[in-house]
């Protein structure tokens, strides 16, 4: 199977700005959960979406949005970039299957964002 | 999944020897915990996990230890190999009433294999 993809891999916007970064899981995943990665915060939790539904969500502002298909790819968007957004944007495809106790997350290579 | 630039604890082990990264962990409900293995240019990688009901786990090479009284998380890496640097990182994850889960990431430990 191919593994989660994510594009593009490398971004450069100016600030106020907005952005667009897209995922597609691994084939039959229903669950993607977008994730940001900066070195002062580490990796945080953006928001999950599970059929088409966003199902949970962390604690970003609301210039950050996101949006998946039937197909089960996403896309999350990033609106009136700041400086502060620049970061390593993840995203994590699960199968989700309730009779297991949980569902491996598979990441994707990520998609570097630089605001200038 | 680069980690230029991250300010990490870090860990240097010589080739062969024994690694231990710690973590610390908040949420005494957590239900599960991950370890996650991060490359330069990948995204994080599974490594091990471990319910929140045990205090132990092995896997090739790895264990990980629980100790949930004082809120602790460990990975050990047996007979370190250079394939072995990266960041790690500990995850603790929350399954909701609904049953979507959710994964807190600690900061990370930059692990050095020395040749």
């Known amino acids: 199977k191919a593994g989660v993809t994510q594009t593009p891999r490398y971004l450069i916007k100016t600030r106020g700005q907005q952005v667009t970064l897209s995922c597609s899981p691994i084939?039959?995943?229903?669950?993607v959960s977008w994730y940001q990665q900066t070195p002062g915060q580490g990796l945080q939790f953006l928001f999950e979406y599970f059929s088409e539904t966003q199902r949970n969500k962390g604690n970003f502002p609301g210039r950050f949005s996101g949006r998946q298909f039937s197909n089960s790819r996403s896309e999350m968007n990033v609106s009136t970039l700041e400086l502060g957004d620049s970061a390593l944007y993840l995203c994590?495809?699960?199968?989700?299957?309730?009779?297991?106790?949980?569902?491996?997350?598979?990441f994707g290579p990520g998609t570097r964002l630089t605001v200038l | 999944g680069e980690s230029v630039g991250l300010h990490l604890p870090t860990l240097s082990v010589q080739e062969g020897d024994n690694s231990i990264i710690n973590c610390a962990y908040s949420?005494?409900?957590?239900?599960?915990f991950i370890w996650y293995k991060q490359e330069s240019g990948k995204g994080p990688q599974f490594i091990i996990d471990i319910r929140s009901n045990m205090d132990k786990r092995q896997g090739q090479r790895v264990t990980v230890l629980l100790n949930k009284t004082v809120k602790h998380l460990s990975l050990q890496i047996a007979a370190t190999q250079p394939g072995d640097s990266a960041v790690y990182f500990c995850a603790e994850v929350s399954i909701s009433n609904f049953g979507n889960e959710k994964l807190t990431f600690g900061t990370g430990t930059r692990l050095t294999i020395i040749p």
């Open positions: 084939s039959g995943h229903r669950s």
């Open positions: 994590a495809s699960s199968s989700w299957d309730r009779a297991k106790l949980y569902n491996e997350q598979f």
């Open positions: 949420n005494s409900a957590s239900d599960y």
